[in-house]
């Protein structure tokens, strides 16, 4: 039996016994009835006044003592002092994890904000404060994308792309570079994780505007001394001096065109706003891309173009031509003259494609991932053969990025190599099938 059980049969017990003491009592008195009833009327007033002071302890539970009751409110006392225990012991170990909590987040280099699904500030750590100016009385349940209106940041707040962080510029109250991530999780909340990358960004534009300036320094001088190697080499005088002389203007050649390169790619990084987006005649540009290879004086002997829609890229034009002739240019580059130059064009729902093919060499798997980055060769010595500066990829990957594309490249070794750009459909303009064909 329960302890409840047991209490239940004293108490039972008890109340018996009280009223066969009232019922004796009342027939020694002639009365049974009025010794039962007064027996009943007495337990009834104990009780009342064992519920009065329960009552009164649990209104003044913080400042009086538990009544010292007897039977069954002597357990029920006992239950609810066990359930304040309980409570406060829950309670005190939540606050103490709370305030752990909130000194941790505090302590933490990254700034953090708590968003509802609604997107309305739910709770910020210091950092968040400080770096997006807020205060906890005014900014607790503003919606975020009314404090920071930066298009960048609200347009990836809507995307529902959150893989990586978005860079943004924040005026207040200091020019500042946050970079912001939102960490889903729940059901709809969201977590908006906030990292000062000023310094990172400052550097990255210093780093820039250095090759830029350098490499617009090198120009001019470059270009007297290439002017004086081209005098000398149509000088017959110069006998033995021909061939030195001729191996110098090799290299100002490569030279310049590493320079030129250079201050392309500074070009494109220089300006990261939206481009301006006309419609590219993609065909006419393979067109003249494959002309410009069959003038060359060594190159692979088939050069292919196949147009597989007629709709239009909309881009930079000069952006777009520079990637695709580079990407041309190193088909023809890398495949011997009995080999083969595939470019074609096509649009499906995906977007635009435009890819280059080639008979040549091919490329071993392991360089493939690091193919785009700055002066990165699988062959140094067959690209300086080649004429090559090392950054033709490098464009590549930039110019495509900017029309939020991306290069493909598939290669099998001693077999041949595919690279292929891909571009989302709002750089497609489509034309209605009946216009196309
Ligand atoms: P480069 O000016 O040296 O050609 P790129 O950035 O254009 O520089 O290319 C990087 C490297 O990728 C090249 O050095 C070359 O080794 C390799 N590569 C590029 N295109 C091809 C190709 N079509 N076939 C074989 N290798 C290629």
Redesign the pocket.
């Known amino acids: 039996m329960t302890s409840g059980g047991t209490a239940f049969v004293y108490v039972t017990v008890r109340v018996l016994a009280a009223l066969a003491i009232g019922a004796a009592i009342g027939w020694f008195a002639g009365n049974v009835w009025l010794g039962v009833s007064g027996a009943f009327a007495l337990y009834l007033a104990w009780n009342l006044w064992q519920l009065r002071e329960l009552g009164f302890w649990l209104q003044h539970r913080s400042v009086a003592d538990p009544p010292n009751a007897a039977g069954l409110w002597g357990d029920v006392v006992a239950q609810v002092v066990r359930l304040h225990r309980r409570k406060r012991f829950h309670k005190e170990r939540l606050t103490r994890l709370f305030r752990e909590l909130r000194r941790s987040t505090a302590a933490m280099p990254d700034g953090v904000v708590m968003l509802d699904p609604q997107g309305e500030i739910v709770w910020f750590n210091r950092k968040a404060a400080e770096l997006l100016d807020l205060s906890r009385r005014a900014d607790l349940g503003l919606r975020i994308d009314n404090l920071v209106r930066n298009p960048d940041f609200v347009r990836y707040l809507h995307g529902g792309q959150y893989s990586l962080p978005v860079v943004v510029r924040l005026d207040t109250p200091v020019e500042r570079f946050v970079a912001f991530q939102v960490i889903s999780y729940g059901e709809d909340q969201r977590l908006l994780m906030l990292r000062d990358v000023t310094r990172e960004v400052r550097l990255e534009q210093m780093r820039k505007d250095f090759v830029a300036n350098a490499s617009h320094e090198l120009r001019s001088p470059l270009t007297v001394v290439a002017g004086y190697l081209e005098t000398f080499s149509s000088d017959p005088g110069l006998g033995e001096l021909m061939a030195p002389i001729a191996e110098m203007r090799r290299q100002t050649d490569r030279m310049t065109r590493i320079i030129e390169?250079l201050l392309e790619l500074s070009r494109f990084e220089a300006n990261d706003g939206p481009i301006r987006g006309l419609p590219i005649d993609v065909a006419g540009m393979a067109a003249l891309l494959r002309k410009d290879v069959l003038a060359r004086t060594a190159h692979p002997r088939q050069v292919e173009v196949a147009i597989e829609s007629g709709d239009a890229l909309i881009g930079d034009e000069a952006m777009v031509q520079s990637a695709f002739s580079?990407?041309v240019?190193?088909?023809a580059?890398?495949?011997p003259a009995e080999g083969s130059v595939f470019i074609r064009w096509w649009t499906d729902d995906d977007g635009g494609h435009y890819s280059?093919r080639?008979t040549?060499?091919?490329?071993p798997e392991e360089?493939i991932p690091r193919?785009?980055e700055?002066?990165?060769?699988?062959?140094?010595g067959?690209?300086?053969e080649?004429?090559?500066?090392?950054?033709?990829?490098?464009?590549?990957k930039h110019a495509l990025h900017r029309h939020g594309g991306r290069l493909q490249i598939e290669?099998i070794e001693g077999r041949?190599?595919t690279?292929t750009c891909h571009f989302p459909p709002d750089r497609v303009l489509y034309r209605p099938a009946a216009a196309s064909a």
């Open positions: 390169d580079n990407l240019d190193n088909a580059k890398y495949t280059v080639d040549g060499p091919g490329i360089h193919l785009t700055r002066f990165y060769r699988v062959d140094p067959r690209s300086r080649t004429g090559g500066s090392g950054l033709g990829l490098a464009i590549v290669s041949g190599s690279f």
